[in-house]
């Protein structure tokens, strides 16, 4: 029970400095503004007068790559700049329960971004009649998406005091895992590397997961993918911050 | 109540704490002294938990920092050198959380929030964000935060730093208070503080433990301990001779109308000097002094002598 208290009590504090300062809400206005722009103007959404949130949900996972890094890169390196790190880890507390609560924080707010997307959804309505499973499917992979993206942010964060290397890590690793399973890229990587080399990549990669939560299929590996990369992150985090927490 | 056995850390290959030991029984204040870099801030955060110790642990009330951290953890305030708090948090929120954490709940929370307030004179900034306080008060903020949960043993790093004098008394008076039922570490670099407040000192120069004892110990060690000041209007031919004479006399200095004797045998000088005194009626005396020895020069002479060490 005292875990439980411990994580809402960190996700609390978390979402509440969150929104104390003016950094969340030009977060907020950014993305919405920059998912509109993407969705409506680059890919003529309206235009093409379909009731498919497809295009919508095409530009999510590279906006993601930018601004999901930008949230994640001050969870650990914050604290550790400001030297709050050793107030919160000398509190009676696991590091796991530090961990998750700060993940949960951020992944309710990159959430809420999401979320606020719903104009976009009324749009659809507008202009036909939606799957309604695709759009639901296609909510839970982003925000599936966004959470694997934070955790891989949270972990270089967890590295170093600096934001900026922090930040840059997080890209890097992003763009990585999502290359490596997206058609463009794997189409060109198989004509020289082995077929087994090029899909034994891909399956780690988020894009075909991702692609799949669009299509309204939810199947339990696609969530036991995003879950694994998420626990996986998270026990690094835990591992690097136990070892260096006063670096 | 706090046991610290053989603590070691290494960073890299800077040997910062260098197998220390020593325990705090409920009642006593221990004051560390040291030099910057000694390694004091590096012993309490192994003994808070914060870092994990390169060998060595430390017991609190019975639970081991290294194996059972969390139960350990609950028996300790801590107050980290340089105070950090979270600056975007109001003070009633910041320690609402800390209690929240310490397994407070409802009403006995804003209960304990509210008389921490006022225990540690935070009321005229409780709704005030924490980066827009003055120095001071974000060190009594962090103080607070320690206290809230009344732990038997507590832990500071600094907890003067930056106050001004009269909450530095307040500060001092306040861990008076607290100490029968506490134990409690202090680190400091004011030696009057180790005085004032402090029931055992010990000093920590690279690493290791160089002196443990009472201030009034520590004192002993002093060159100056059982010396004796004379002042005179003026300065009489015979008198530093007849000083230097004295078998309990080590040394005899002289600045301008006093003479310091300094003594080969402590208790024995200040009758040999009353005798001379009387003697020689005709000496314009016009003060005596036993002096009972500076902590200054002592952790002068402990730290100093190994500074070539320190510089590596
Ligand atoms: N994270 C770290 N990495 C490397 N070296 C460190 C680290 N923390 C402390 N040290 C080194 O350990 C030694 C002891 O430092 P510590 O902060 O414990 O000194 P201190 O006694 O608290 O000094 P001060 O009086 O200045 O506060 C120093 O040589 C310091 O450089
Ligand atoms: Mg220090």
């Given at each position: 029970m005292d875990s439980i208290r411990n994580i809402t009590a960190i996700t609390k504090r978390e979402l509440g400095s969150y929104f104390e300062s003016p950094v969340a809400y030009v977060f907020m206005v950014v993305f919405l503004v920059l998912i509109g722009f993407l969705t409506f103007f680059v890919s003529r959404f309206y235009e093409a007068g379909q009731a498919d949130l497809r295009p919508f949900f095409f530009w999510h996972p590279w906006m993601f790559l930018i601004l999901v890094p930008a949230v994640a890169m001050r969870l650990w390196a914050e604290e550790r700049r400001s030297g709050t790190i050793e107030t919160l880890l000398t509190l009676p507390i696991t590091m796991t329960q530090a961990t998750l609560g700060k993940f949960i924080a951020a992944w309710i707010f990159l959430a809420l971004a999401i979320l606020l997307t719903f104009p976009i959804v009324l749009t659809t309505a507008y202009l036909g009649a939606p799957d309604r499973g695709a759009i639901m499917g296609g909510y839970l992979g982003s925000v599936l998406l966004a959470g694997a993206y934070l955790?891989?942010?949270?972990?270089?964060?967890?590295?170093?005091?600096?934001?900026?290397?922090?930040?840059?890590?997080?890209?890097?690793?992003?763009?990585?895992?999502?290359?490596?399973?997206?058609?463009?890229?794997?189409?060109?990587?198989?004509?020289?590397?082995?077929?087994?080399?090029?899909?034994?990549?891909?399956?780690?990669?988020?894009?075909?997961?991702?692609?799949?939560?669009q299509k309204g299929v939810l199947d339990i590996r696609d969530f036991a993918y995003y879950f694994s990369i998420m626990i996986f992150m998270l026990f690094g985090t835990n591992l690097v911050l136990e070892n260096r927490k006063s670096a | 109540m706090l046991k610290v056995n053989h603590l070691r850390k290494t960073f890299g290959p800077i040997q910062a704490v260098n197998d220390v030991s020593f325990h705090v029984e409920r009642g006593e204040v221990l004051g560390f002294l040291g030099p910057n870099g000694a390694g004091k801030t590096t012993t309490m955060r192994m003994i808070t938990g914060f870092l994990p110790p390169t060998s060595g642990t430390a017991i609190i009330t019975g639970h081991?920092?290294?194996?059972?951290?969390?139960?350990?953890?609950?028996?300790?305030?801590?107050?980290?050198?340089?105070?950090?708090?979270?600056?975007?948090?109001?003070?009633?929120?910041?320690?609402?959380?800390?209690?929240?954490?310490?397994?407070?709940?409802?009403?006995?929370?804003?209960?304990?929030?509210?008389?921490?307030?006022?225990?540690?004179?935070?009321?005229?900034?409780?709704?005030?964000?924490?980066?827009?306080?003055?120095?001071?008060?974000?060190?009594?903020?962090?103080?607070?935060?320690?206290?809230?949960?009344?732990?038997p043993i507590l832990i500071m790093d600094e907890p003067t730093d930056g106050l001004d004098p009269n909450q530095k008394h307040v500060v001092r008076m306040m861990i008076r208070d607290m100490a029968p039922q506490k134990a409690i570490v202090i680190s400091t670099h004011i030696l009057e503080e180790v005085e004032a407040v402090c029931t055992r000192a010990m000093v920590i120069c690279n690493g290791s433990i160089a002196a443990n004892g009472s201030p009034a110990d520590l004192k002993t060690k002093s060159r100056t301990y059982g010396a004796i000041e004379l002042t005179l209007s003026s300065m009489p031919g015979d008198l530093i001779s007849k000083l230097q004479q004295l078998p309990s006399a080590a040394k005899v200095e002289t600045r301008d109308h006093s003479v310091t004797i300094y003594p080969r045998d402590p208790k024995q000088l200040f009758p040999d000097v009353m005798g001379l005194v009387k003697a020689n009626s005709a000496w314009p005396l016009t003060?005596?002094?036993?002096?009972?020895?500076?902590?200054?020069?002592?952790?002068?002479?402990?730290?100093?002598?190994?500074?070539?060490?320190?510089?590596?």
């Open positions: 955790s891989v942010g949270m972990l270089t964060s967890a590295f170093t005091r600096n934001q900026v290397i922090s930040f840059v890590l997080a890209v890097v690793i992003c763009l990585f895992l999502l290359l490596a399973g997206w058609p463009p890229v794997t189409d060109l990587v198989a004509r020289w590397a082995p077929d087994w080399l090029v899909q034994g990549v891909a399956a780690f990669s988020f894009m075909p997961h991702y692609e799949a939560f | 081991d920092i290294v194996r059972e951290p969390v139960p350990a953890k609950k028996q300790i305030g801590y107050l980290p050198e340089n105070a950090p708090v979270y600056s975007d948090m109001t003070v009633w929120n910041y320690l609402a959380f800390i209690a929240t954490i310490r397994g407070f709940t409802g009403c006995q929370r804003q209960e304990r929030v509210g008389k921490t307030i006022e225990l540690c004179r935070l009321e005229s900034v409780k709704h005030q964000a924490i980066g827009t306080l003055s120095k001071g008060y974000r060190q009594r903020t962090c103080f607070a935060q320690a206290l809230i949960h009344d732990p003060g005596l002094k036993a002096l009972d020895g500076r902590l200054d020069d002592v952790f002068r002479n402990l730290t100093q002598a190994r500074e070539p060490a320190a510089t590596r």
